[in-house]
């Protein structure tokens, strides 16, 4: 199988295609996190094996596709696009007129691995040598999964076929992709026959938050939707993402003043 292969597959409808909405030009579907969780578990656990992409949309993710054509051809060809961040939300609302709930991809990866526990078989890959291994160590203590397999996130793209058929003959219900915005969402949409996995999500720094190598932002600032100001003001690794927040509250604004 090739990745010419992959992607002329047609992909499975989203729950509530009719109702996807668009924002610059990338989908997204108002579905709430339970219904997400349902339908990633029927995906997951049907008898015949079909590759689902899903990415879990926030501000970067539109600014980074900006200027990376293979970013916006995987977002637009996923199989389910959850709002992240309180940023996607914010915007839905500012030019769709729609109150879209969030699921964000640490809540999804959570909340699949409760409901499925030991029935559910996890390929973990990402984040620096040694971390997978240690995510993928309390996920089995925490929820009972099953390890289908862990590799590092730290590998080329000349590497990239040994790496998905590596992760193709470990029978995975569930890929973790944690390799950097746009990197991980290119690779799964990409390599998704070759993976094989029902359900592939990129999932930024869940693995991380998982090993307990990255703390997750506290309870009041998730309810709040404001966990992105926590992060990136205590933590000077991500100063850097403040400007593309910034161009992104432009760029709605800018968009609206166009409706």
Not at 65 to 90: H, Y
Request: hydrophobic residues 45%; charged residues 25%; glycine residues 10%.
């Amino acid at each position: 199988m090739t990745p010419a292969d992959s992607r002329s597959t047609p992909v499975s409808p989203v729950p509530g295609a009719e109702d996807r909405l668009t924002l610059f030009d990338l989908p997204l579907d108002p579905v709430t996190l339970d219904h997400a969780l349902t339908r990633l578990g029927e995906w997951m656990f049907r008898a015949h094996r079909t590759p689902h992409t899903v990415v879990t949309l926030n501000p970067e993710f539109i600014v980074q596709s900006r200027t990376q054509p293979d970013f916006v051809r995987a977002m637009q060809e996923a199989d389910l696009v959850t709002a992240d961040g309180v940023g996607i939300v914010w915007a839905a609302r500012q030019l769709r007129g729609r109150e879209v709930p969030r699921a964000p991809g640490y809540d999804l990866v959570k909340g699949l691995m409760e409901r499925h526990g030991a029935e559910l078989r996890v390929f973990f890959l990402g984040a620096k040598p040694g971390v997978a291994e240690q995510a993928a160590q309390h996920a089995v203590r925490d929820y009972g999964v099953q390890v289908a397999g862990i590799h590092h996130g730290y590998f080329d793209q000349a590497e990239d076929q040994r790496v998905a058929e590596f992760v193709g003959a470990s029978g995975a219900h569930l890929v973790l992709t944690a390799m950097g915005a746009g990197r991980q969402e290119i690779f799964n949409h990409y390599w998704r026959q070759v993976l094989g996995a029902p359900v592939l999500i990129g999932c930024g720094g869940v693995i991380d938050v998982l090993a307990g190598t990255a703390e997750l932002a506290p309870t009041w600032t998730r309810r709040l939707g404001v966990e992105f100001l926590w992060r990136v003001g205590l933590d000077r690794k991500r100063w850097n993402r403040a400007p593309r927040l910034a161009q992104f509250v432009r760029m709605v604004l800018a968009e609206k003043r166009r409706t």
